[in-house]
């Protein structure tokens, strides 16, 4: 049989550029390439889109000739530039190991929808409904799911910082991870916390400190049919969950320990999942995404964000919750291409 050719888009212009590439590098090393034969498209920090060898450190200066998606859907396909001409290379899937804005946001998305490719995870609609918290909380408690009251902040609007209960978080709306995310623990914080956040977002969310454990639980699948991968539980010795911001992920996290199935009655972890389900629907997420939620002492689940495309570093919470849960990395990757190809079909 031919093989799939899949490409893999990494990188980009964001701030989580470099969990892109450690993303992609993971995915390289459980690919099975006897199905799949990958191209490699990497995007540097400055948005320049190149194919390339691979997702290795050095990339961008490696053998890398300049690429871009084509919109035309005959192409259906790359096109890729080299000395004043182009060649086109036809794909069947584009697989986006993509974080935060630009990549998981629905810009990406919508590139791929114009290019008439299918491609893994969410769609232009559930990825930007993801990537913006205060959008995410309105339609999951349209939903009957609990999130933590929250108020969001416009360009040169200010917030009074008598009207609130500390703690609060604040954080940039639509950021994918927890850059310019800053504990406030009371007013005098606020609007250095506030500036903060506006270095990576225009629009701020200031949301109650929800008391509780912090869980999450790794989804994976279309519509109906859903496959729930192990709860986790995220410890904390002081500050929040951050990982990605730190010099040495590899080796641990210097403020948090996560456990992997997570330390909380059966009764709990079926509520967790069950919930992280419904979450997912009701955002109309598909393909695979990672529903952060809290667990209060009262067994109340209250949901905190959603990543529709999660970390796949060798640290990251979304392969271990599913490796937990008998899927490795290589049998999810397996399955998300599956999905893309059977739910989008070529038109």
Request: hydrophobic share 40%; with cysteine.
């Amino acid at each position: 049989m031919a093989k799939v050719k899949v490409g893999i888009i990494f990188g980009g212009s964001s701030e989580e550029h470099p969990v892109s590439v450690k993303s992609a590098q993971e995915v390289a090393k459980h690919l099975d390439t006897e199905k799949y034969e990958p191209f490699w498209i990497g995007i540097t920090r400055r948005g320049a889109w190149l194919l390339c060898d691979g997702p290795g450190p050095d990339w961008e200066t490696g053998r890398c000739r300049p690429v871009v998606l084509s919109p035309d859907r005959d192409v259906h396909g790359l096109l890729v530039l080299e000395q004043g001409r182009y060649e086109t290379i036809s794909l069947d899937v584009v697989l986006p190991v993509l974080h935060g804005k630009l990549g998981e946001d629905g810009a990406t998305q919508g590139l791929l929808e114009l290019s008439g490719i299918p491609y893994v995870g969410c769609d232009i609609q559930s990825s930007a409904l993801c990537m913006d918290k205060s959008l995410t909380y309105t339609v999951a408690r349209s939903a009957g799911i609990a999130t933590p009251r929250f108020w969001t902040v416009a360009a040169n609007e200010c917030v009074d910082p008598d009207h609130l209960a500390y703690p609060v978080f604040v954080k940039p709306a639509r950021s994918g991870s927890s850059f310019g995310v800053s504990k406030v623990s009371s007013k005098e914080e606020l609007r250095d916390a506030v500036e903060v956040a506006r270095r990576y977002d225009s629009k701020v969310l200031v949301e109650e400190a929800v008391v509780g454990s912090e869980i999450g639980c790794a989804i994976l699948g279309n519509e109906l049919d859903l496959l729930a991968g192990e709860v986790d539980q995220i410890a904390l010795t002081h500050g929040f969950f951050k990982i990605h911001q730190e010099s040495d992920p590899e080796s641990g996290s210097e403020n948090s320990t996560v456990t992997v199935p997570a330390d909380i009655p059966a009764e709990s972890r079926a509520l967790v999942q069950a919930t992280a389900k419904t979450v997912y629907r009701a955002l109309g997420c598909r393909g695979l995404s990672r529903v952060d939620m809290f667990l209060t002492p009262d067994g109340t689940v209250v949901l905190n964000e959603v990543n529709t495309l999660p970390g796949l570093t060798s640290y990251s919470r979304y392969p271990r919750m599913m490796a937990a849960a008998g899927v490795p990395l290589a049998e999810v990757i397996d399955r998300v291409v599956a999905l893309a190809l059977v739910g989008r079909p070529n038109e």
